[in-house]
């Protein structure tokens, strides 16, 4: 599902983990970061008083970090690969 403006916070979270990390950047603190709050994206963004076209960004760049959400993380598996030959140039 996409992710809109109108999202709220826990949801987006919830949806995209990624999330916390991006929105930490740009000063927004969110759920996890230690200081939860409420309400909407766009919310949030108004009140550290971002613009509609900056907030528009926020959108497209959560999209993103949502679409590209299934690529294995470093330093995580996400696949049994079996047992790896320890000669492989035998």
Not at 41 to 47: I, P, T
Not at 54 to 59: A, M, S, T, Y
């Amino acid at each position: 599902m996409p992710i809109t403006k109108d999202i709220e916070i826990e949801d987006l979270i919830e949806q995209v983990p990624a999330a916390v990390n991006y929105l930490s950047k740009k000063g927004i603190r969110c759920i996890m970061c230690g200081e939860p709050i409420w309400g909407t994206l766009e919310e949030a963004a108004k009140e550290k008083g971002f613009s509609d076209e900056e907030i528009e960004g926020f959108v497209r760049e959560i999209n993103e970090l949502e679409q590209h959400s299934d690529l294995p993380h470093k330093g995580e598996f996400t696949k049994d690969i079996g047992t790896l030959d320890a000669n492989p140039g035998d």
